[in-house]
């Protein structure tokens, strides 16, 4: 049974599935498990965490919550994530003593953040 108020799962919309999984495979070592052509099961191990949506037609971008992953490192995420097309909100935040975040909008423009004890 899950904890109450504890995310459970969520759901990233993108435009294109293939470039997607690409990006997040290198970016965060997902694997994906198919439930149709327009949805992905996300894997981490052998735990299914969340799920890519294949969006049909143009986006509407609006504010919504942001999901943060968390790394090993820092910096080395940041660099992988810019290298495969993602772009950087904002400064490096130090959380002083408890890690660092980083906010970034992925290929799609969902807005996303890594999280790392280690910069």
């Given amino acids: 049974m899950s904890t109450i108020g504890k995310s459970t799962w969520f759901d990233i919309q993108v435009t294109d599935m293939e470039s997607a999984q690409e990006f997040y495979s290198k970016l965060l070592g997902w694997k994906y498990q198919a439930m149709n052509d327009q949805y992905f099961m996300i894997m981490v191990g052998e735990e ?34 810019t290298g495969l097309g993602a772009e950087l909100i904002g400064e490096t ?14 290929p799609d423009e969902n807005v996303l953040a890594l999280r790392s004890e280690q910069r």
């Avoid at 890519?52 to 994530?81: C, H, N, Q, W």
């Fill in 48 to 81: 299914t965490i969340g799920g890519l949506r294949e969006s049909e037609g143009k986006r509407i971008l609006a504010d919504t919550p942001v999901i943060y992953f968390t790394v090993a490192k820092l910096d080395e995420s940041v660099k992988m994530a």
């Fill in 93 to 106: 935040v130090d959380l002083q003593g408890d890690g660092f975040l980083q906010w970034f909008k992925d």
